[in-house]
C-alpha cells in the first residue's frame, strides 16, 4: 500500500536523483581519465547501467514532482534529468513547471521531440502551453485531437492569458434537463469516466443552455427514479469567459467552490473552471509579487545564466539608478549649506529612511486593499484621513525623537528643532504618497505592486533631502 | 433562476447596503434639527422602516458577503451594520472576516450574544475561532457540541494554529473495506448529507486504520455490486496532525487534491482537510506577505483607528529609526572628510542607493526559492556563485556609469574611480548579504519575508557609506 506524507516522497525521489547524477559525474571523471579501449567499454558501462537507472526512476515519478526536481537541478544537471526524461512524461512536466524553467526546457529539443511530447496532451493542457512553444510546433501537436477539442481549442486560444476563456476546460459532464437520475447516469457511463475535479453535473436545456446543477451526492443520497429537474439546485455561481481570471479567484475563495460553470452571453454552457487550476494562479500569483516587488520580470528561473540573469534585471536597476541620481542632484543644490554645516550630510539619510519606511507601511495596507477589492471611492477618503492623522501622530512622535537625537549629538537646539520639523513634513508627505501611488497606479491600468515602492522612495527620498536642507538653510545659516 | 456573475451580485448587495446607510444617516441629521414629539415620531419611523429594510437585506446575504462588506466599511458604518446582522449570521460572518476586523466585531459583541452566535457553528469552525474569542464564551458554545463533536474539539485545538490538525475536520465520510458498494451507499444515506467537499469516501478497516478512498465518480461508473475492496485506490496522500499547513499546501497544489485524510501514527482516520481550508491559507498568506514585507503585524484592520494603526506600526519604525541612525554614524565618523570635498555628501546616497536596490532583487529571488523548496543545501553554493557573478558583472557596469556620472559633473577622474569601486564593492556585498541573510533567517526558524529587507538595506547602507567615504579618505585627500 502506497499511503505516505507527500513531502517525504518528493524529497526521497529528489534525493536519489542526485544521488544518481552524482554517481554520473564521479563516474565520468573516472573514465575521462581513463586511456584507449578500456575507456570506451567504461563509458559503454556507465551509459547503460547509470543513466538506465535514472531513465526508470525518472519514469515512475509524477509529473509535478518531475517538475519540482528539474527546477531544483542547477543548469548541467537539469539538462541531463530533462534528456532522460520519458518522451510520454514531458508533455505533462511542461505544463507543471514554472515559467522561466518551462524557456529553458523547451529550448533544448528538437521541434520532432517537442510534437511528440505534446501530442499525448488534453486541448486544456495545450491551450495552457500556447505561447511557450513555437507555433509551428503547438499547431502540428494540435492536429491530433479530435474535431470537437481542436475548435474547442480554437476558442479558448483566442482569449487573453488571465481570462477565464483561456484557462477553462473543454472537459464537462453535462446532463439534461428531461429525465430522471438513472438515466443520466447511464448516459455518463456510457461517456467513460468523469473529467477530474467533477463535483457536480451541470443540467442544460436541449440548446445546451445552462439551467442547474445536480451534485454527485445528490445521485448517491436521491432515489434513482428521481426526475433531474427536481433534484437540481438553480443557485449557481457562473462565470463568462472573457472576465479576468481574478474575479474567478474571489468568488472561489469566498463560497468555496470546486468547480463552476462557464456560459457565453445567451448562457450556453461553454466550459469549466475548477480549483486547481484557480489555486494554482493564486499560488503563481503570490510568486509573480514577491519578485515584482524587486522589479524582477515574470519567472525569472532560480538558476537561469549569469548573462539572462543580469539582463533581467537591468531595467528596475536603471530606474533606480536615475532616481538616485535625482535625489542626488537635489543634495548637490545645497552643495553650499553643507559646507557650512556639515552635519547635515550626517544627517540628512535619516530624514530620507524614515519617511521611506513609514510609506511604504501605507503601500503595502493600499496594495492588500486594492487587492481584496476593498477600497472603494467611498471610502477612499476615509482612508486619506486616517493616515493623514497616524502620519501627523507618527511625525511628532518620531520627529521629537530624531531632533533629541540630533540635539543631544551636535548640542544644537535648532539643528534638533530643524531636523524634527523635516521628518514630521516627511512623514506627511510620504502618508500622501503611500495612498497616492498604488492608487494612481491601479487606475491608469497598471499593477499597483510593482513600482509602487521605488516611486515612494524616490520621493520620500528627494522631498526628505529638500526638506531638511531647505530648512537648514531657512533656519541655521 | 440565480444564475449570476458573482462580483456583480456582490457589488449590487454593497451598493444597497452603503445606500441603506446613507439614507441612515440623512433622516438622522434630520431628525435631530426637528423638537420635542415631532421628532420623537419621526426617529420612531426611520428606526422602524430603513433599519428594518437594512436588517432583511443583510438576512438574505451570503455570510462571505456580508464579511466583506464589513470589512469595506468605515468604523461607524460597520458598527451599524454589524448591530443589525441575524444573530444566526453572526457566527458564519466571524469566521469568513479577515483577523483584523473580527476582533473589532468580538469587541462590539455582549458575550451572552456571542455565545448565541458560536452556538450555530460546527466543530471545525468553532476550533477556528478558539483564539478569537474570550475562553468562557467559546467554552460555552462548545457545550452545545454532541459528545463526538466535543471531543474531536478537543483534540484539534490542542495543535499548533497554523498545523494541520488544527484546521482539519472531523467530518469524514468513511466506508468499511468489506462490503458492496450499494452496502456503503445505504450505510451513507442513513447518515444524512455527505460532508462539504466530499469528493471521496475513505475506505478504514474494524480498528478505524485508513485502507484507501473511493470516488464518488466511482460509485456512478461502477456496478452497485462491486466490493469496495475491489473498487478503492490505495495511493493516497495522506497527513499527520501535527505536520505544518504549508506541506499541506504544496502537496494540493502538486497533485491536485480536493480533500485529503488525515491518519494518527498508528494510521488510524483522525480528519480530513478539505481544499478549501488550503486555499484559504494560501490567500491569507499572501496577503500577510504584503504585510509583513513593512513589518506590520498579522491582518492590519484597512479601517483601524488611527491609535491602533500607528501602535501597529512603531515596532518596525523603531528599528528603521535605530538603522538608520548607525548608518548615519558611520558618516559621521566621516565629517572630516566630507568637509575637505563636500561632494562626496552629494554622491552618497547613490553608492548606497544601488546596493540596496540590487540586494533586494537577490532577496526576493531567494526568498521565493525558499518558499517553493527550491533552495537546499546542494544547490546553494551554485546559488552563490552564480549571484556573485551576476553582481561582479553589475559591479563594472553600473560602476563604470556611475563612475563617469561623477566624473562628468565634478570634473574629477579620481572622484569618479572612487565612485566606480565603491559601487563596484557594495554590490558584491548586495549579493552576498541578499542570500545570506534570507538563509540565516530561515535557518533560525525565523520568517525569511519579515525583516530580510530592513537587515539587508540597513547594511548596503552602512557599507555603502563607510566604503565610499573610506576610500574617498584614503585616495582623495
Redo the contacts between chains.
Keep these: ?7 517525504d516522497r ?1 524529497q526521497a525521489s ?1 534525493g536519489e536523483v ?1 544521488r544518481l547524477l552524482e554517481t554520473h559525474r564521479v563516474l565520468d571523471t573516472l573514465i575521462h581519465r581513463q586511456e584507449g579501449s578500456r575507456r570506451d567499454l567504461l563509458e559503454n558501462l556507465q551509459h547503460r547501467q547509470n543513466l538506465a537507472e535514472l531513465h526508470g526512476r525518472l519514469r515512475t515519478l ?1 509529473p ?2 518531475l517538475a ?1 526536481i528539474l ?4 543548469r548541467d544537471d537539469r539538462h541531463l534529468v530533462w534528456s532522460q526524461t520519458p518522451t510520454e512524461l514531458k508533455g505533462q512536466v511542461l505544463v ?1 513547471v514554472s515559467e522561466g524553467v518551462r524557456r529553458s526546457l523547451v529550448e533544448e529539443l528538437p521541434h520532432a521531440t517537442l510534437v511528440a511530447a505534446l501530442r499525448v496532451l488534453d486541448a486544456d493542457d495545450l491551450a495552457y502551453l500556447k505561447d511557450a512553444v513555437p507555433d509551428e510546433v503547438w499547431h502540428e501537436a494540435s492536429r491530433s485531437l479530435d474535431a470537437g477539442d481542436q475548435s474547442f481549442l480554437r476558442a479558448t486560444v483566442a482569449y487573453p492569458e488571465d481570462s477565464i476563456g483561456h484557462l477553462m476546460s473543454g472537459e464537462v459532464a453535462d446532463v439534461r434537463e428531461s429525465g430522471t437520475l438513472q438515466e443520466a ?1 447511464g448516459d ?2 456510457q461517456r467513460g ?2 473529467p ?4 457536480r453535473l451541470y443540467v442544460v436545456d436541449v440548446r445546451n443552455v ?3 446543477a445536480v451534485s ?2 445528490d ?3 436521491h432515489d434513482p427514479q428521481a426526475p433531474i429537474a427536481g433534484v437540481m439546485t ?7 469567459p472573457d ?1 479576468p481570471i481574478d ?1 474567478a ?8 467552490l ?1 468547480s463552476a460553470p462557464v ?1 457565453d452571453d445567451r ?1 450556453k454552457l461553454v466550459g469549466r473552471l475548477s ?2 487550476v ?3 494562479w ?2 503563481a ?3 509573480r ?3 515584482k ?4 520580470s515574470g519567472d ?1 528561473d ?2 537561469a545564466s ?2 539572462d ?2 539582463r533581467n ?2 531595467p ?2 536603471m530606474v ?2 536615475l ?3 535625482v ?3 537635489v ?2 543644490l545645497f ?1 553650499h549649506t ?2 557650512q554645516l ?9 530624514v ?3 519617511g521611506g ?2 510609506g ?2 501605507t ?3 493600499v ?3 486594492l ?6 471611492l ?2 477612499a477618503r ?2 486619506v484621513r ?1 493616515e493623514v ?2 502620519s501627523l ?2 511625525g511628532v512622535l ?1 520627529g521629537l ?2 531632533g533629541f ?1 540630533a540635539l543631544a ?1 551636535y548640542r544644537s537646539a535648532s539643528l534638533g528643532l530643524v531636523m524634527a520639523s523635516a521628518v514630521f513634513l516627511n512623514l506627511l508627505v510620504a502618508a500622501l504618497v503611500g495612498i497616492a501611488v498604488p492608487l494612481a497606479l491601479q487606475r491608469t491600468g497598471r499593477d499597483p505592486v510593482q513600482g509602487a515602492s521605488v516611486l515612494l522612495t524616490f520621493i520620500t ?1 528627494s522631498m526628505g533631502f529638500l526638506l531638511f536642507l531647505g530648512l537648514a538653510q531657512m533656519f541655521l545659516l
Design positions: 500500500m502506497q499511503i505516505g506524507r507527500p513531502e518528493l529528489l542526485t509524477h509535478a514532482d519540482f527546477e531544483t537541478l542547477p507543471e447516469m455518463l457511463r469516466p468523469l477530474d475535479h467533477t463535483d445552462l439551467r442547474g454527485l451526492a445521485f448517491l443520497r438553480t443557485d449557481i455561481v457562473t462565470f463568462k472576465e474575479s479567484v474571489k468568488a472561489f475563495e469566498r463560497y468555496d470546486i456560459i448562457g480549483v486547481d484557480v489555486m494554482d493564486v499560488r500569483e503570490s510568486d509579487r514577491t519578485l516587488r524587486a522589479g524582477l525569472e532560480l538558476f549569469v548573462m540573469s543580469a534585471r537591468w528596475w536597476l533606480n539608478l532616481t538616485a541620481f535625489a542626488s542632484r543634495i548637490g552643495e553643507i559646507e556639515v552635519a547635515l550630510a550626517t544627517l540628512m539619510p535619516i530620507a529612511s524614515v519606511n513609514t511604504n507601511q503601500v503595502a495596507l496594495v492588500r486593499g487587492a481584496l477589492d476593498q477600497i472603494q467611498g471610502n476615509y482612508l486616517k492623522l497616524v501622530l507618527n518620531w525623537l530624531v537625537f549629538i527620498d
